[in-house]
């Protein structure tokens, strides 16, 4: 609250109809900007007062180009329906002028008041807006004070300010620093917390410098606010004095008066409107990181103040954290009042975050100056407001999502359907939980930095399984245990297998051995057995004879779905009643009778002719080529698979093998004759045509 003589506020209250009543408003726009007009917040009788250091002001709105009553001053400490610590709201100035041509949308001027022969400091505002209006002479002006200075990027600052990640600064650093980035002035005063060292804790592609500014009055428990001289101040709401602790009294008449002592009484007032209850004051403190983290918490209440989210304090331990909400705690516990809505006479020398009181008919109203509105000039009138649930509901300042570099946080989950706790630490990149629910019991361990994939680490205990499995990345190792009613299994997933063992053994390269030794392999696949009788065996899938090294091989019975034989083999005699192959891949097949092909019509389906046309225009687009096979030394002849890929024609003309293109051959002969009919029957119409000359 500003110190203004008694008789100064007499004037404000009584009508302007005697020469020190009357009220003058002045627009200054200086060219370097206005510095701060006043030492204090106190107002000024006197024109000597007025600082000399801004120059002579270069366009200057007086009252007769102000258009009467247009003014509207509207300050807000906190706007919302509950009180949120931190707040830094920009006062906004509204008023309609006429025959001002200058450009001024941009600039900042300071207002100024006067009362009679009362000089006071109004404030310093930037003007965001200038409308013409439908008369055209007029111009309506929208101004905010310097609060909006602090709506830019300051990430440059802050990595200025943080040039290794050790770097450290104290509260009290980075507003002085902030405040010289913004260049704006503040009150020299110190904050609870301004000793708290903060070190690198976000690594910002952009950071709004107003976010910073509440960052730090949110954990200082106060509010930013530019009051009338235009310099930035941190406003603290009084002590209310009702209790001695925190147990609540039980009724009204033990209500104590001297709380709101110094709260700016009102004699007189148009209107007021107020709520049947007062606001219970906070009683507990909660600073956390994260929704659902425990965090700090302090106090025994139930009406609880929730820090959540500001980046100024991640990566504290739970000894700072809970110092630093004890602080918090001492600032803000206990601020009662009665949500109510004034409108009275104004009072220019009342400031957002005084107390009032106002005397109805039956009790008195004690509130604080959350929001107000200044309207008119010579009629000047003042609307004050306070609202507020009973119980808080909780909201948080800062809502900006930020890439955090620090940060603790211990959550625990306890629910019907679960009971987990999470453990996380930011600047190591680690997370741990552990979880249960009904049926199942989970442990997991992760780390993480910017310069590595995931390592993660996870132990599942369900009734009929057990699962561990480590992971990095996409590389994964596993061992599973199940029982259900088909069996008991293990099952491993691994890039590579160690098993230590003095009958078994394998090593991390791939070597290993079993039976005792007698049965060794290298890591290049080579196999030794010793002593080793192998009495039977069922082989399936491809063997390679040539990496077992098999110089003679004999089987009584031996059931092979496909033989590929490489290099040079001989086979004299194959005794056989019958030989069945889906495929058989050779370089030469020799016979004394050519082979038989099933064509059967029951073993068929789908049986579509060939017309000649299309028979013969395919055995004329084929391209007879003679060539050698690559690996064999017998020239050959056929066609070129690509060749016949470009044939235009739905026939299944070749077809793919292990990614070569081959030739079905032996169905070509259906084609020759197509082919040779269609020529007959060219050949027919010919002799027809000779015939008839």
């Known amino acids: 609250m500003l110190d203004v003589p008694e008789i100064i506020k007499q004037r404000c209250r009584s009508d302007n109809n005697r020469a020190e009543t009357v009220k003058h408003l002045e627009l200054s726009f200086f060219d370097g900007g206005v510095d701060t007009l006043y030492p204090s917040n106190d107002l000024y009788p006197a024109d000597d007062l007025y600082p000399a250091d801004a120059g002579a002001a270069w366009l200057t709105i007086g009252l007769d180009r102000i258009c009467a009553e247009t003014l509207n001053l509207t300050e807000n400490l906190s706007s919302g329906n509950n009180i949120v610590w931190g707040s830094c709201e920009a006062a906004k100035f509204v008023i309609t002028v006429a025959d001002v041509e200058d450009e001024i949308e941009g600039r900042e001027f300071a207002a100024t008041l006067n009362i009679g022969d009362y000089k006071m400091a109004y404030g310093i505002y930037v003007v965001d807006s200038v409308i013409r209006q439908a008369d055209r002479r007029k111009r309506k002006i929208t101004a905010y004070d310097r609060m909006v200075k602090f709506d830019v990027d300051v990430s440059d600052w802050y990595h200025a300010m943080y040039p290794t990640d050790d770097a450290t600064h104290t509260v009290k650093d980075l507003r002085d620093s902030l405040c010289d980035e913004i260049g704006v002035p503040q009150e020299q005063m110190a904050l609870i917390n301004d000793g ?407 073993m068929k389906s789908d049986i579509n002719p060939i017309s000649p046309e299309a028979a013969l225009a395919v055995t004329m687009a084929l391209k007879p080529m003679t060539f050698y096979m690559v690996g064999a030394d017998e020239k050959d002849m056929g066609f070129v698979a690509q060749d016949v890929a470009e044939i235009e024609s739905d026939l299944p003309l070749y077809t793919m093998l292990d990614g070569f293109y081959a030739l079905p051959y032996t169905s070509y002969v259906a084609l020759l004759s197509g082919a040779i009919q269609a020529q007959q029957e060219q050949i027919s119409k010919l002799k027809e045509v000779l015939h008839a000359k």
């Open 196 to 602: 708290l060292v903060v070190g690198k804790t976000i690594s910002p592609e952009s950071l709004c410098g107003r976010d910073v500014l509440k960052a730090i009055c949110e954990i200082n428990g106060v509010f930013g606010h530019f009051d009338r001289t235009g310099t930035l101040v941190y406003v603290s709401l009084q002590d209310t004095g009702l209790y001695p602790s925190d147990t609540l009294y039980p009724g009204d008449d033990l209500y104590p008066q001297s709380g709101w002592a110094a709260a700016e009484e009102l004699e007189y007032y148009k209107s007021i409107t107020y709520e049947d209850y007062l606001i219970d004051g906070i009683d507990r403190v909660q600073v956390r990181q994260e929704e659902g983290d425990i965090g700090a918490v302090v106090g025994s209440g139930g009406n609880t103040y929730i820090v959540e989210g500001n980046f100024l304090v991640y990566g504290l331990g739970s000894a700072d954290l809970t110092k630093l909400a004890w602080s918090i705690y001492d600032t803000i516990a206990g601020k009662t009042y009665r949500p109510a809505k004034i409108a009275s006479y104004a009072m220019p020398w009342i400031e957002v975050g005084d107390g009032l009181r106002a005397i109805t008919t039956d009790m008195e109203i004690a509130t604080f100056v959350l929001t107000r509105t200044m309207s008119g000039i010579q009629a000047m009138m003042d609307t004050v407001e306070a609202k507020g649930t009973k119980t808080q509901a909780q909201s948080f300042g800062i809502q900006n999502e930020i890439i955090q570099l620090k940060g603790k946080t211990a959550v625990i989950v306890r629910s019907v359907d679960e009971v987990s706790a999470t453990v996380t630490d930011l600047e190591k990149q680690t997370t741990a939980q552990l979880k249960v629910v009904s049926d199942k019991i989970t442990a997991e361990v992760k780390r993480a930095t910017d310069q590595e994939v995931e390592l993660a680490g996870s132990i599942s205990v369900l009734a009929g399984q057990i699962e561990a499995k480590v992971s990095r990345g996409d590389l994964i190792a596993s061992i599973n245990l199940e029982v259900n009613k088909a069996g008991s299994c293990i099952t491993m997933e691994a890039g590579h297998f160690v098993f230590k063992g003095s009958n078994f053994y394998v090593n991390a390269d791939g070597s290993g051995g079993a039976a005792n030794g007698n049965l060794t392999w290298d890591a290049s696949g080579g196999l030794v057995a010793k002593n080793i009788k192998l009495i039977m065996a069922d082989i399936s899938g491809t063997t390679n004879s040539s990496s077992i090294g098999v110089s003679t091989m004999s089987a009584q019975n031996a059931n092979i779905d496909r033989l590929t034989v490489n290099g040079s083999s001989e086979m004299r005699d194959i005794v056989s009643g019958d030989i069945y192959a889906d495929d058989i891949q050779c370089t030469q097949i020799y016979s004394s009778r050519a082979g038989e092909w099933w064509s059967d019509r029951r």
